[in-house]
């Protein structure tokens, strides 16, 4: 059945044309020519004239290169011995282990039944206080982390990768740096966090088909250890590198091009990865976490305007730290109304108080005189900054709501931060509790926007800095 | 009827090329045959003796070479008793069904009946033998949980038939015959309780449209009061990610004062059909006290589900709702969202190598549109009796940028348009309807001239806002501060609605009547304060107090109390002319 063809006649981009007969599509074939072997794939059958996509590049292949039809389409071997390997988008091995042959499962596989999905609950501990404490991760959650090209978004999910409490990572990189690319093994290797990672990765010197396979790969296999009951996490970087590499592709099959050259196919292309995000009824988990670049930090760029429309909140990476602004976990509130009571009072106010303290650092950068109130909040957003947002901070979710809690004593008074009495007298720390705070918080507490009774769930994209009405806060004290 | 088969001659994407010897017809459903599953395509381009289908389905595997199979018929539905609870995907395969036979995945091509074919519904015959019936004219009834669901002659038979037989009252499947019918020219039909319909085309088995007037109550201030939707009217929901758009919509779906609701997620994430679906059981209907899933029927094709389908679910769901507004009944029909149905046609399009309009969208896009929210409308039938279908549709421009063809076509065909805005999801006022972009051409439940100077109070407070921006507050007139504090205010209490207080989240027109009465009655009361600082805190303090007023229900004693307490509150502030 494993017909070799000899007569390849037109090479274009990656692509190359037989004819042959009996060919499926998508089916796996391997084109091998003087500089080598590579696998290919069918993309586009017409008649007797098929099209192949050659993984290792059309670069080399030669008019009578040997073309052989493996009957089968993409597999990716699947075992417990994935576990603390590398591979290429190809999944070869790059680690010089062994190659793993046994157990192979096709890629790219039937969606999930929404039936079968239940509502998240479990919320991911990262240790890092601007996910846990203000846009918490949930497991089965996909979020993206939306920065511009330079921005630490690796090591970001380098730290997430070594203090997430899940049971496997999966790393699937995509044009990714060669140093990014030893980074992200040397220290899951530093810290023992790789005997329990497979990563997938695609340099940017790879052929550029393999960077298509990646994410489709990572899936395939985190799906898998999902479906024995593991909780996997599974780390994309970077999405706006897979897009770029569709859109190559699709201008090469001279495909109409939609928007800034990109396949009219965009959105369902990366919602058919990111949608593999689940909680199994009855089985295990995959939460996604991919860094998207934002070309000239323009969030209405097609790859992140798309990728907004279809994850479940994004973080918004800027000068190194996470924007408590714009960022936004929509599935939040399914977790931390569990977490401590405080949670949501805490994760309001601070966001708050920051939003003032942005306001306040207009003002004075436009030469205003700075009031008492407004020397509390620099004080207040030079320690937020330092203490909460720097990247580097790793404490615990109730460490981290305790030093809220400090850093919120340390600058204000309770009736200062309009938080309701009853959480003031069980966390205010200093036991010396006035007792006028109780009356005073009373009147502000019903003005404060994101009080958290009022459960505002969906909304939690903290005001903007000019929006003055919608933090009240600072005029009523002051009044 | 002989069988006509075709052969694959080629496969791109989600689209085969088929030849095909005898005669096919224009969406006809084909089924390319590999191994032993069959798929579902779509005929959507002849050339001679070639037919492009897109599959509803994973090509991959398919072969040149392959048979296909076609049926004859365009992509139909079935429609009958049962209906009702259903959660189906965009071609009516019902998903729970399919996830106890192929487990965790949707494996394709496999397609199960949509509606149960063993439940025994108990029929009662109105028709009676000798009757001159048309199609659309009841035959007889059977009860659907708290409907009557009527049993019609099918709406393809043209012409007029004569009932030749009824069946007696009693237990039936849908598949047993419950009438015979005889045509003109003698030749008898056997009706049963459902039939098929194919879903591109309208239902037209009513006497007449009319013109939507009577308003559909949302519970939504800004939508009742200011952008008002009509049954029978269309309304369209575009905004940027993260707006609300689905949560708006999930509202409207929950408190909407109509019989039915069906609600087509297309193309969006899973995660909030699940909300759906797992929630709307539980939840209890507010008019009839029964779970809100006894009312709602929901089509499900999620952004990873296959494309062709996509577009396949928003007229699967018009037309369940408008089978269901033969029945005299008030149906909405939520779309979600309307942009993701525009993309998958643009894929097809592109996959079929036609010359691009604006953005890569087909020439044709703005047509097709048209057509589907033209689908919507308030008919009287055959007996009298009117029903409605409301259409809503929510739009994702790409960049939340309003000036993209997907949503300019819809803005031309539809009644309402509440157009989210980032600014105001951004500082947290919910819903994010603009308040001064927005528009609607239905009646409001309010009395007019108060909305039209509400409306104004908010035109010209935002230009005091924008005013105070640059001048600041100390260069800003009293009076025009004044006016300033009165939009926020109207703003805050009025337009602003807490999804998550059982109170506050859906306010009847009577109480959206009374309470607009009110706060229009402060708009428009001169008031006057020492400083603007004394101003500022008098409308927090109200603002407060008529949020707290919002939270009470309104037989209260503590919603008179404090609607007492605001009136006192105003008329102390209040210049006596």
Not at chain 1, 132 to 137: G, P, R, S
Not at chain 2, 256 to 285: K, N, Q, S, Y
């Amino acid at each position: 059945m494993h017909k070799v063809y000899h007569r390849v006649h037109n090479i274009a981009g990656n692509v190359i044309n037989i004819r042959a007969e009996g060919v499926r599509y998508r089916e796996l074939a391997e084109v091998t020519s003087r500089t080598g072997t590579s696998l290919a794939q069918v993309i586009r059958l017409q008649d007797d004239e098929v099209s192949l996509q050659v993984f290792a590049g059309a670069r080399g292949v030669a008019t009578d290169a040997q073309v052989r039809f493996l009957g089968h389409s993409m597999q990716v071997p699947y075992s417990e011995a994935l576990l603390g390997r590398i591979f290429t988008g190809a999944a070869n091995p790059r680690d010089r282990g062994p190659e793993l042959a046994e157990n192979l499962i096709e890629i790219g596989g039937p969606s999930v039944n929404p039936a079968k999905r239940i509502i998240p609950r479990n919320m991911v501990r990262t240790g890092i206080p601007m996910i846990d404490v203000f846009n918490t991760l949930v497991e089965s959650q996909k979020l993206p982390i939306f920065a511009r090209a330079g921005e630490p978004y690796n090591p970001l999910l380098a730290r997430i990768a070594l203090q997430a409490e899940v049971d496997v990572i999966v790393l699937g990189g995509m044009g990714l740096k060669h140093d990014d690319y030893l980074y992200f093994r040397d220290t899951l290797e530093e810290s023992g966090a790789l005997s329990r990672t497979v990563m997938f990765v695609h340099t940017a010197s790879d052929p550029i088909v393999e960077c298509l396979l990646v994410p489709d790969i990572s899936l395939a296999v985190a799906e898998q250890f999902a479906l024995e009951g593991k909780r996997v996490l599974c780390l994309l970087t970077d999405m706006t590198s897979f897009a770029d590499a569709m859109k190559e592709i699709a201008i090469t099959m001279e495909q109409i091009p939609s928007n800034r050259g990109y396949p009219g196919d965009l959105y369902s292309q990366l919602a058919s990865r990111y949608e593999k995000a689940v909680d199994f009824d009855g089985a295990g988990s995959i939460t996604i976490l991919a860094a998207t670049t934002m070309p000239g930090d323009d969030v209405t760029h097609p790859v992140p305007d798309n990728t907004g429309y279809i994850t479940e909140g994004q973080f918004y990476l800027r000068d190194g730290r996470i924007e408590p602004f714009g960022s936004l976990s929509r599935l939040k509130q399914q977790v931390n109304g569990d977490t401590r009571d405080d949670h949501r009072t805490i994760m309001d106010t601070l966001v708050q108080l920051y939003a003032a303290y942005r306001e306040t650092l207009e003002k004075q950068s436009m030469g205003f005189r700075m009031s008492d109130w407004d020397e509390k909040l620099l004080k207040y957003g030079d320690r937020f900054e330092k203490e909460m947002m720097d990247l580097t901070v790793n404490i615990p979710l109730e460490g981290a709501l305790d030093l809220g809690w400090q850093i919120l004593a340390d600058c204000f008074e309770p009736m200062e931060t309009g938080i309701q009495s009853s959480l003031i007298d069980a966390f205010w720390p200093r036991s010396a509790s006035q007792s006028e705070a109780s009356s005073s918080a009373e009147a502000t507490e019903d003005k404060t926007p994101g009080k958290p009774d009022e459960g505002d769930a969906e909304e939690d994209t903290p005001a903007e800095a000019e929006d003055t009405e919608a933090k009240p806060e600072p005029e009523t004290v002051e009044a | 009827m002989t069988q006509v088969q075709g052969t694959i001659v080629g496969v791109n994407g989600n689209m085969i090329t088929v030849e095909f010897e005898d005669a096919v017809s224009m969406n006809e459903v084909g089924y390319a045959r590999l191994g032993d599953l069959r798929l579902m395509s779509e005929i959507v381009r002849i050339r001679g003796k070639r037919a492009d289908l897109q599959v509803f389905e994973d090509t991959a595997g398919l072969s040149v070479g392959d048979p296909v199979d076609f049926t004859g018929e365009m992509l139909s539905v079935e429609l009958g008793p049962g209906l009702l609870t259903q959660v189906y995907d965009g071609l009516q395969n019902p998903l729970p069904k399919l996830a106890e036979e192929c487990g965790f995945f949707l494996q394709r091509g496999t397609y199960l009946p949509a509606l149960p074919r063993d439940t025994k519904w108990i029929y009662t015959p109105t028709a009676s033998v000798g009757d001159t019936l048309t199609a659309g004219e009841t035959l007889g009834t059977v009860p659907e949980g708290m409907f009557e669901h009527r049993i019609m002659v099918p709406f393809r038979l043209r012409g007029s038939y004569t009932v030749a037989s009824v069946a007696k009252a009693g237990e039936y499947t849908i598949e047993d015959t419950i009438a015979t019918l005889t045509d003109e020219s003698g030749d008898s039909v056997e009706v049963s309780m459902m039939q098929r319909w194919p879903v591109k085309l309208p239902i037209q088995a009513y006497r007449e449209r009319l013109r939507p007037t009577e308003p559909l109550v949302t519970q939504s201030r800004t939508v009742d009061t200011f952008f008002p939707v009509a049954r029978g009217g269309t309304y369209c929901v575009p905004g940027p990610f993260g707006a609300g758009k689905t949560v708006l919509q999930q509202l409207t779906s929950r408190y909407a004062d109509v019989d039915i609701v069906v609600i087509a997620a297309c193309g969006e994430r899973a995660g909030e059909v699940v909300e759906t679906l797992r929630e709307f059981p539980e939840l209890d209907d507010p008019r009839t006290g029964k779970s809100l899933m006894d009312r709602t029927v929901i089509i499900c094709n999620t952004s990873s589900m296959p494309v062709a389908a996509r577009e396949a679910s928003v007229y699967t769901g018009v037309t369940l709702a408008s089978y269901y507004r033969q029945m005299g009944l008030n149906v909405l029909m939520l779309a979600d969202s309307t942009s993701r149905w525009a993309q998958a046609l643009r894929e097809t399009s592109g996959r079929l190598e036609e010359i691009p309009g604006e953005e890569a969208f087909p020439a044709y896009l703005e047509s097709v549109i048209a057509s589907f929210y033209e689908r919507g409308g308030v008919v009287t039938l055959k007996d009298g009796t009117t029903g409605s279908v409301t259409i809503g549709g929510t739009v994702s421009p790409a960049g939340g940028n309003f000036d993209e063809p997907v949503t300019q076509g819809t803005l031309k065909v539809v009644g309402a348009f509440h157009g989210l805005s980032r600014a105001r999801s951004d500082a947290r006022r919910y819903p994010a309807i603009d308040p001064l972009d927005s528009w609607s051409k239905y009646e409001s439940v309010v009395d007019n001239a108060a909305v039209e100077a509400g409306r104004s109070v908010l035109q010209r407070g935002s230009e005091v806002g924008q005013m105070m921006k640059v001048v600041g507050e100390e260069g800003t007139s009293q009076d025009d501060f004044m006016l300033y504090l009165k939009s926020e205010y109207l703003d805050s209490t009025y337009l602003q609605q807490n999804a998550f207080d059982p109170v506050d989240s859906a306010t009847s027109a009577e109480r959206q009547q009374h309470v607009f009465g009110v706060i229009s009655g402060f708009l428009q009361a001169d008031l006057s304060f020492k400083d603007k600082t004394t101003a500022r805190s008098f409308f927090h303090q109200l603002t407060q107090t008529t949020r707290d007023w919002n939270r009470a229900e309104m037989e209260s004693q503590e919603f008179k109390d404090i609607q007492a307490r605001l009136e006192k509150m105003v008329s102390e502030v209040t210049v006596n002319a």
